[in-house]
């Protein structure tokens, strides 16, 4: 995780520096997902990183409300020799998502988000979903909303120990469904 520490407005772009355990060992020109939107490191110093965030993403995604002191997932990228766990996940956020419940488990914590329609058939039972960058299984699904659980270690590593009902979060639905289903409305047009 890491802190922002200051945000800069430049016309229609935030400059957001970081504070993180990772700042240190990152480069210039370096992807890193921050709450799952791949961003590019545009300069570094000892405990800090600095990021551009331009109007397309900040109209997509919750980066558009960041504030100093706000607590973000990070994320580097993986290489060619990384063991590829979890499900592929590009930091390219579809959309934002809703909180709309969170219940304590005593263990773990099970967490609702809302469906928008318009999504709907991109989340299935026990599929992937990535919120915050992290990514996670959907427990349960209804027509408007869906369900993860939240393991006691993901809970502590993330900034998911913040989250409130009523904040939004950043989602990335699952790659292959998204080719899935792109791939079959050309073929229902035809």
Sequence with gaps: MGIVTSIETIWSTKRVTVTSPISNGLN???SVAHDGVCLT???TNENNHVIEVVAETLSKTTLHS???G???NLEMSITPTTLLDGHIVQGHVDTTLKCLAIEDLNGSWKMKFDLPEAYAALVIPHGSVCLNGV???VAHLDPSSFDVAIIPYTFQHTNFNLL???HHVNVEFDLIGKYLLRQY?????K
């Design 28 to 30: 210039v020109d370096q």
């Design 41 to 43: 490191v545009v300069s």
């Design 66 to 68: 960041l504030t100093v």
């Design 70 to 72: 706000q607590t973000l």
């Design 135 to 137: 990514s996670l299984t």
């Design 164 to 166: 409130q009902p009523g």
């Design 185 to 189: 409305q050309l073929q229902k047009e």
